[in-house]
């Protein structure tokens, strides 16, 4: 099914990806495109088949809770846009 | 030089018929003539390389130094290398350098291989031209004006151009393979699991899987042979023992029971193409491997579902980047809101931000069972019908793809047309088999790929056939012309 423009304002949102005016119409003609495509699964016969999410079915391994690694701040954060007392900084967000 | 294949260059350095140094400035120097031809590095180290291939000297001369010990690899720019650039092909990530090593980088560097830089590719892995780059596509040897394939682009053409013996990449629906099959080298996607995905930057975590791209089998051998195992840090790692890849390549072919699919042989299908690997399945033929018709039903549901667990995968996994931890930030963000949109907006290119819309709309409230619940079962169908065809077979083959190598902008704007250029390689990693292509012919002078798909962790009898073919053709040792006029 054809999605319009107000859905890719909302997918956008919900990706958190600006849409700008010039490439709104572009983005919401290849996704249609791509849906198209998917919506070919609808006439498969899944009648009675469960999910399967890992292709080997494993399930996940857990660990000991025990400390594994040192993590280093200053290195982690020395590749951040912007950093203040080891603290990432972002605009402020309560007036 | 470097027209020695790997296990040739790394049989040299152990009788020290020429040192790491002197293969290593020897590429470089390669490099820096063809690189602005080809575009198939976007980073180049070297004064890191010369002082790894040092290292690598000293130990060679100290006697008993594992087979990779000084031989130059490049590595696909989706695994992470500290202290040099890692920029997933994006403009994201276009200022990211991390601060650890991906396991397959500390792996290949344990075993003493020299990295000559890290290669271009699609941006986030997600294309199958190179076109979607953001440092521009990459050039295929074989045909300047045609893609080299994708994701793993630059990797490939690095290999085919002789720039370097082998290289790591990535498959995620066929990114080692289809570029494998388009640049004439030998690809291998190893069973999921089976290769570390710690510090490789994830697209669709239950489909990504690292392998190694060479010329020859043999080659592809050794580096996977150093690559694979087990890694507490991946948690999807399988913890099973690693075969002797390159003993056991001499395995006969005598009654190997090959699966022919009918369903990789229909419309859509280039006729050259065709003829060539339906060549190749005769020479297997020849030395003894039966061919046996199968089926394999599901395989027209492969890219739709594909189309619904890659990107739904891929909006999860690309949530991280948020412009505040590290990579884009636009500038002057009015609120946090506004640099997250903006960041983003800026950061990534059309076709990672179509998956990323179309991975969020799949699995937006009401919709997830109709997509992607739908698309888990049908890949419940998929890996049946190799399951049940595994019962009869031991192999199965056919095209990688089903054309050779295309002119840049061929698939115009229209992300379809580029998805179906997947067609026959998405199916695997749905499944999570292994699976490797190597050169089976020539079509318009551009190179064909055959295919080979294996059982669950069956990458030794898969690199044994595909040695033995290579035993008996030549294909694997066909030039691109012009590489000569590259220079050293």
């Not at chain 1, 919401?28 to 292709?55: F, K, M, S, Y």
């Not at chain 1, 857990?62 to 605009?91: K, T």
């Not at chain 2, 720019?77 to 994201?92: A, K």
């Amino acid at each position: 099914m054809a999605i319009q423009r107000a859905d890719i304002e909302k997918l956008c949102f919900l990706a958190r990806i600006d849409l700008t005016e010039e490439t709104a119409a572009d983005t919401a003609a290849g996704i249609n495109r791509v849906l198209e495509l998917i919506d070919q699964l609808r006439a498969a016969d899944t009648e009675g088949v469960a999910p399967l999410a890992h292709p080997l079915e494993e399930t996940q391994r857990l660990r000991d809770d025990q400390i594994s690694e040192a993590v280093d701040r200053e290195a982690l954060q020395a590749i951040a846009p912007a950093v203040e007392s080891g603290l990432y900084l972002v605009p402020k967000v309560i007036e | 030089m470097h027209d020695l294949t790997l296990a040739q260059m790394s049989d040299g350095l152990a009788r020290r018929a020429f040192s790491s140094v002197e293969l290593t400035r020897h590429l470089l120097a390669r490099i820096a003539t063809a690189n602005p031809v080809y575009n198939a590095f976007v980073t180049i180290d070297e004064a890191g390389a010369l002082a790894l291939a040092e290292a690598a000297d000293t130990r060679l001369a100290a006697g008993g130094a594992p087979p990779l010990c000084g031989v130059p690899i490049a590595h696909k720019d989706i695994f992470c290398t500290r202290g040099l650039r890692t920029s997933c092909g994006s403009r994201m990530l276009d200022n990211f350098v991390a601060p650890y090593d991906a396991t397959v980088v500390e792996r290949m560097a344990a075993a003493g291989a020299v990295t000559l830089g890290k290669t271009n590719m699609d941006e986030f892995a997600m294309g199958s031209s190179n076109e979607t780059s953001y440092y521009g596509p990459v050039r295929n040897p074989w045909a300047v004006d045609c893609v080299p394939g994708g994701s793993s682009g630059g990797s490939a053409a690095a290999v085919a151009a002789r720039l370097a013996p082998g290289a790591t990449a990535t498959d995620t629906g066929g990114s080692i393979r289809q570029p494998a099959a388009l640049c004439g080298i030998t690809g291998l996607k190893p069973t999921y699991g089976r290769v570390s995905r710690w510090g490789m930057i994830a697209f669709a975590s239950s489909l990504d899987q690292a392998g190694p791209m060479a010329r020859t089998a043999e080659d592809a051998a050794l580096l996977l042979q150093a690559m694979a195992g087990f890694d507490a840090r991946d948690s999807t790692c399988l913890d099973r023992p690693v075969p002797d890849y390159r003993a056991a390549l001499d395995q006969p072919l005598a009654g190997l029971r090959i699966g022919v699919p009918a369903e990789y042989f229909g419309a859509g299908l280039n006729p050259g193409t065709a003829e060539a690997v339906r060549a190749a399945l005769a020479e297997f033929e020849r030395q003894g491997a039966r061919l046996v018709d199968i089926r394999l039903p599901h395989s027209d549901l492969a890219v739709p579902a594909y189309y619904v667990i890659a990107p739904a995968e891929a909006s999860a996994n690309l949530s991280r980047f948020d412009g505040v931890r590290y990579g884009h930030r636009c500038a002057n963000p009015q609120d946090l809101r506004d640099l997250f949109m903006r960041s983003r907006a800026e950061g990534f290119g059309a076709e990672v931000k179509r998956r990323i819309l179309v991975g969020t709309y799949c699995l937006s409230a009401g919709y997830y069972d109709a997509y992607y619940n739908k698309a888990q079962r049908v890949r419940r169908l998929i890996r049946q019908d190799f399951l049940d065809a595994f019962a009869e077979v031991d192999l199965i083959m056919g095209p990688t793809c089903p054309n050779p190598a295309f002119a840049f902008g061929a698939k115009g704007g229209d992300p379809v047309a580029m998805y179906l250029e997947d067609i026959y390689t998405i199916a695997a990693n749905l499944a999570g088999l292994p699976a490797l292509s190597v050169p089976c012919g020539l079509v318009d002078r551009k190179p064909v790929g055959l295919q080979i798909i294996g059982n669950y962790f069956d990458e030794a009898r898969m690199l044994a056939a595909a040695h033995r073919f290579q035993q008996a053709t030549d294909w694997h040792q066909a030039q691109p012309a012009g590489l000569g006029e590259v220079g050293a």
